[in-house]
C-alpha cells in the first residue's frame, strides 16, 4: 500500500492508520538517506535531470506541506500529492530503463575487454 492509498478512502480508520504509519516511515526514512549530503555538483546534475525534488529530504518536504496545511481534507491533500507520486514513478521508470541500457552496453562495469 502506498503512502497516498489511505487518502483514496478517508472515512476508513485503518486508512488513517496505514497513512500515519507511511508518514511516520517517510520521516524516519527520507532525512537520512545519502543523496541529502551530496555536493552541490552532485545536486546539481539532479537538477539538470529534473529529479532533484522527488529524492531525499526535498522529496518529504513536499508531501509533507500539503498534509501538514490545517484545513486540508484528504481528498485535497491527494490531489496535491498525486502528481508528486506520478513524477517519482517516471523517474524512477526512465532511470531504470537507463541502468538495463547502460548494463547492455557494458558501461559502469568493470570489464577486461570488449566483449
Known sequence: MTCVSPLRSPGRIRSQQVLSEARTQLQRTLPTVPSNGWPPSDRAVLDEIGISNVIGQTLLD??????????????????????????????????????RSLEFFGIGRETSSLE
Open 62 to 99: 513536499r508531501i509533507e506541506e500539503p498534509l501538514a496545511q490545517d484545513q486540508m481534507t484528504p481528498r485535497i491533500a491527494l490531489e496535491e500529492i498525486d502528481p508528486i507520486r506520478e513524477r517519482l514513478d517516471e523517474g524512477v521508470r526512465h532511470l531504470a530503463s537507463l541502468v
